[in-house]
């Protein structure tokens, strides 16, 4: 029984000289900061073949973040022009409230009673001519 474990041994001791050594995760992350770092990431054929795309998502992000300063801007005129509207409304309905009172009957009669004219007290007639068809 000897001779059987001696053998699996030898043949892992063969597989691992075969394979070469894997390297530590740390060690593969490590390299692959240093080449952004560096710059080396940028050369690489990968990237340079790509270029126009990595052109393209820049440009779509700067729409994206002048989108954003657009709508920014946007919301504030909206609301200044809202509250140039509120202001108006209210000069209109305080200037409708002020003719209504000017021109109430009582007032009218009021203003005109120094001027010679006074308030009728016979109703209004209505005069009516009937056609012949």
């Given at each position: 029984?000897n001779?059987?474990i001696?053998?699996?041994?030898?043949?892992?001791?063969?597989?691992a000289?075969?394979?070469?050594a894997?390297k530590?995760g740390k060690?593969?992350?490590a390299?692959?900061f240093?080449q952004i770092?560096?710059?080396d990431y940028?050369?690489?054929?990968?990237v340079?073949?790509?270029l126009?795309?990595v052109?393209?998502l820049l440009f779509?992000?700067?729409m994206?973040?002048?989108?954003?300063?657009?709508?920014?801007?946007?919301?504030?005129e909206i609301?200044?022009?809202?509250?140039?509207?509120?202001?108006?409304?209210a000069e209109?309905?305080?200037?409708k409230?002020k003719?209504?009172?000017?021109?109430r009957r009582s007032?009218?009669?009021?203003q005109?009673?120094p001027?010679g004219?006074?308030?009728?007290?016979?109703?209004?007639?209505?005069?009516?001519i009937?056609q012949?068809?």
């Open positions: 029984m001779e059987y001696q053998k699996e041994e030898a043949a892992e001791q063969e597989k000289k075969k394979q070469p894997k530590s060690k593969l992350k390299n692959a240093v770092l560096n710059g940028l050369a690489k054929e990968f340079v073949n790509n126009p795309f052109f393209f779509l992000m700067l994206l973040i002048g989108k954003g300063y657009y709508a920014k801007n946007l919301v504030k609301d200044t022009a809202q509250k140039q509207l509120d202001a108006t409304s209109f309905v305080e200037a409230a003719l209504e009172e000017e021109t007032e009218l009669v009021e005109l009673g001027r004219l006074k308030e009728t007290t016979n109703p209004a007639k209505v005069i009516r009937k012949k068809d």
